[in-house]
């Protein structure tokens, strides 16, 4: 135990009323600033008896297990606490420009705009983590996926680029066609696909030459909406400078152990076209990432294995595809290739007055999934017969943000257009055998022998929403702040699947499946956010959040498991969120916050149950087919601290929090027809904390840490089959990160870096048809390198020990058939080289 756990513990157990004092030099070194001031002094006197700085002995046994690096920060230099602006807390008057921290700020110095007012990670009494475009591209972080594990209780599950689902604090679940995380870039929503079997994937930029990313933890339902039940995600492009012309190029080139070559090109131009007035900035990237999973074809492909299931096919094990012999094999099908460009324009008519019009494209191909066959597992897919699989996405926003100083006003206005569309193909031949081989009698997989035939499910889901918030808050300072808005929000989605068999047309005189589902929802809302200091000290702010939703749904389905058209189905809701916050200051450099506040996500219309599974509905409860879901609602309970210490050498921020999920949405599998719908079924229970740490050990070193813990249980069994206690689906209880970095000069305007990063997830459960547990994995990246003026070369290798570890089970879009198992895995050991240069 070190000096400084050791006198931290000691101090928590002779103060009868948990008061903690975090250093001995704070609590009983009176401050140089303060001693030509009898009232400072009195108060100083004050401090040192009762202890000024509270927080609970759940907050302290969090974070006194995070403050290792203490001593060797002690013995770096004996700093008296450095003095913060005062009222650090006030969001929209004492906070740094952009760029204008100063040698002895860290990166929670980022300004951030978390509260849709300007203020800092460590002013701002919310849990929430920033991390700046600068810092991202130094490090090689190309999307938000990357930030799994390092960024406190953020989860993903992802197929490949562009089919990536996010979770905060724990809730996930497969169920439903709204995400639990909200999804924003800049100020525009971004909403997924209503109806593809990928899920509820949010679009996936290329985050290159952005200002910053910002991950809010907890719901944000007063000023997100819809679909921020367990927090947002916000990526902030760098804004267009009028006032000097630059650019920027970066190449990377990297080789991955058993796959193949990557490269990326990315390059930034900035044109002031008035100065001062109106400037022009142009984002482009160009990507190809290797692939390294082969789909293999064998001629002979081993029937399943029988012996241990009466001759039942469906449930019968995977033949040995391994002694089978390759047809063919196609080398690293999940090669995945990145076009995107990105435009704003700014014109400024006046120093007040900001207008960014703005437009971004992007386009993803992929030649195959980033998933792998379990039984064997070999980075391969073994498919009877030869069909190819790929996923393409494809979506453009154009946006309008106004942004007006009125004196003592500010009014902003945002408006986008967002238009997507995935489609996806997947390889169904096996699985097809193996549900209807019983059936039918078939006896092979070609048509020749009599058997489906080459088969594949083929979706396409076209989305598009327009979006407007208008929302006016005040400016200046001043004892009591407040915002009020409004936000419209229009949604359609499209979604059509078709199961390509030829040989059914013959054998079963029908399509299998063929269905389209149509869907718009409308959503209307109103909010306000108001702040008062009650003292100098202490801030109360509440808010809420009125909304309404308007969805429709029109679907129809035919072939052999379709129900034909069905009338339109309308899922209305509406619902107030209220939010409550109070946070601390007992002295600068230092904030304790407390929140209660509530999130939900949008209940929706689903596809009518075929009524071959009439016998499986009546198991589980359900007396007539279900035609829609209602909205899930979640209620948070969290108190946190944001703390500097030794001159700002240290930074420690930790958050507890309780949440309660009702009516959770949840993916029920029907056993014996293998359809599978959305139903509320259970409430869930997530009870967790978080800790970040950075401490600047000495010149140049830098050690940055992070752990979070996510106990996310379900309160109550299900007719389902959801049992009370059962894990939230793909959330690990433990995440963790640790990095050390390194930069020192080596002449005037060079340095050199090195950096290592390590990352840990935990086990997680997953499941489809059955529950699976998947087990933890970490990962280690490495870098280095050397920057001169504005050129930047490093050297990297990222999963340093090849760990090939199973990030998630892939939903089957068929039939789900638990022996054919597809897992998504973390990409091979990859090394390569990163240039930059600017000018």
């Known amino acids: 135990m070190t000096m400084a756990s050791t006198f931290l513990l000691i101090n928590l157990l002779v103060d009868k009323n948990f008061g903690l004092r975090f250093s001995r030099r704070e609590c009983f070194a009176m401050p140089s600033t303060e001693r030509m001031n ?39 230099g004996q700093e008296t606490l450095a003095q913060a602006p005062a009222g650090a807390r006030e969001q929209s008057s004492h906070v740094p420009a952009p760029g204008a ?49 390092e960024v406190p209780s953020l989860s993903s599950k992802s197929g490949g680029p562009g089919q990536t689902q996010y979770a905060i604090r724990g809730l996930a679940s497969p169920g439903g ?29 290329n985050l290159y030459d952005l200002a910053r990313v910002e991950v809010l933890r907890g719901p944000q339902g007063t000023l997100y909406g819809a679909s921020s039940m367990g927090g947002t995600i916000r990526l902030i492009p760098a804004p267009a400078d009028p006032t000097a012309f630059s650019g920027s190029i970066q190449a990377i080139g990297t080789d991955t152990k058993g796959g193949a070559m990557s490269g990326t090109v990315n390059a930034m131009v900035n044109v002031p076209i008035v100065d001062d007035k109106v400037a022009l900035r142009i984002v482009g990237t160009r990507d190809r990432q290797g692939g390294f999973i082969d789909r293999v074809v064998l001629e002979n492909f081993p029937l399943p294995d029988t012996s241990a299931t009466g001759g039942n096919l469906f449930s019968a094990p995977r033949g040995d595809v391994l002694g089978a012999t390759e047809t063919r094999r196609y080398k690293n099908v999940n090669r995945a290739d990145t076009t995107a460009i990105r435009a704003s324009l700014l014109i400024k008519p006046a120093e007040s007055l900001e207008i960014t019009p703005s437009f971004y494209y992007q386009k993803i191909k992929q030649n195959g999934p980033n998933s792998t066959d379990l039984y064997p597992f070999r980075q391969a897919h073994y498919q009877p017969l030869d069909v190819a699989e790929s996923y393409a996405d494809r979506f453009y926003i154009a946006s309008l943000k106004v942004d007006w100083d009125i004196g003592a006003l500010n009014v902003t206005s945002a408006s986008a257009y967002t238009n997507r569309k995935t489609a996806n193909r997947e390889d169904s031949s096996e699985l097809t055998f193996k549900a209807f081989g019983d059936v039918f009698g078939f006896t092979g997989y070609s048509v020749d022998s009599g058997g489906l035939g080459a088969g594949a499910l083929i979706e396409s889901n076209p989305t598009s929403q327009f979006t407007q918030e208008l929302r006016i808050s005040s400016n200046g300072v001043s004892p009591f702040s407040w915002l009020i808005g409004g936000f419209y929000n229009h949604y359609k989605s499209d979604y059509r699947a078709v199961t390509d068999f030829p040989a059914s047309v013959t054998v079963i005189g029908d399509t299998l499946y063929e269905a389209t589902i149509t869907g718009t929802l409308d959503q209307y809302a109103i909010f306000a956010n108001a702040s008062y200091d009650l003292t100098p000290k202490l801030r109360a702010t509440a808010g809420g959040r009125y909304f309404k939703t308007k969805n429709n749904t029109t679907s129809q389905s035919a072939g052999l498991f379709g129900t034909g058209p069905t009338p339109t189905v309308n899922a209305d809701a509406s619902g107030f969120n209220p939010m409550f916050n109070l946070s601390y200051t007992p002295w600068e450099r230092h904030l304790l916050y407390s929140t209660v506040s509530k999130g939900f996500r949008d209940g929706a219309a689903i596809t009518p149950v075929p009524s071959t599974c009439a016998s499986d509905l009546a198991a589980i409860g359900y007396n007539e087919t279900p035609t829609k879901y209602d909205p899930d609602t979640v209620w948070n309970y969290e108190i946190g601290s944001k703390n500097r210490f030794f001159g700002n050498r240290l930074t420690l921020n930790a958050a507890v929090y309780h949440l309660k999920w009702s009516k959770v949405q949840q993916l029920i599998v029907l056993p014996t027809c293998g359809f599978a719908f959305t139903g509320n079924q259970a409430d869930a229970a997530v009870n967790g904390g978080e800790i970040e740490v950075e401490a ?47 930069e020192a000069p080596t002449g005037e305007g060079n340095s050199i870096f090195a950096r290592g990063d390590f990352v840990y997830v935990g086990p997680l459960d997953a499941q489809f048809d059955t529950r699976k547990r998947v087990s933890g994995y970490g990962m280690l990246n490495t870098r280095i390198g050397f920057k001169r003026d504005k050129l930047s070369v490093a050297l990297f290798a990222n999963n340093l020990t090849d760990r090939r570890a199973i990030l998630d089970y892939r939903l089957s879009q068929t039939i789900s058939v638990f022996n054919l198992d597809r897992v998504s895995i973390t990409r091979p050991r990859t090394i390569g080289v990163d240039v930059s240069v600017g000018f």
């Not at 009494?125 to 810092?135: K, N």
């Not at 963790?736 to 970095?741: E, F, K, N, T, V």
Request: proline share 5%; charged share 15%; no cysteine.
């Open 696 to 742: 600047r050990l000495f010149a140049g070193l830098t050690w940055q840490g992070s752990i979070s813990y996510t106990h996310a249980r379900y309160s109550n069994d299900s007719a389902a089959g959801v049992k009370r206690g059962d894990r939230l689906l793909n959330v690990p209880d433990w995440t963790g990160s640790a990095s050390l970095i390194y």
């Open 177 to 205: 066609v709204s995400p639990t995380v909200g999804f924003y870039f800049d100020e525009f929503p971004i909403t997924p696909p209503a109806g593809a079997t990928a899920g509820k994937t949010s679009i996936d930029p």
């Open 101 to 149: 921290a100063s040698a002895g700020d860290t990166s929670q110095d980022i300004v951030v705009t978390a509260q849709k007012v300007v203020s800092t990670v460590q002013s701002t009494p919310i849990s929430i983590s920033a991390r700046a475009g600068e810092d991202l591209q130094l490090r090689g972080i190309t999307s938000v996926a990357a930030l799994t594990g």
């Open 38 to 76: 009898s009232a400072a002094v009195g108060a100083w006197r004050k401090r040192r008896k009762t202890g000024d700085f509270m927080l609970t002995h759940t907050v302290f046994l969090l974070t006194s297990t995070a403050l290792a690096p203490v001593t060797l920060l002690n013995a770096g």
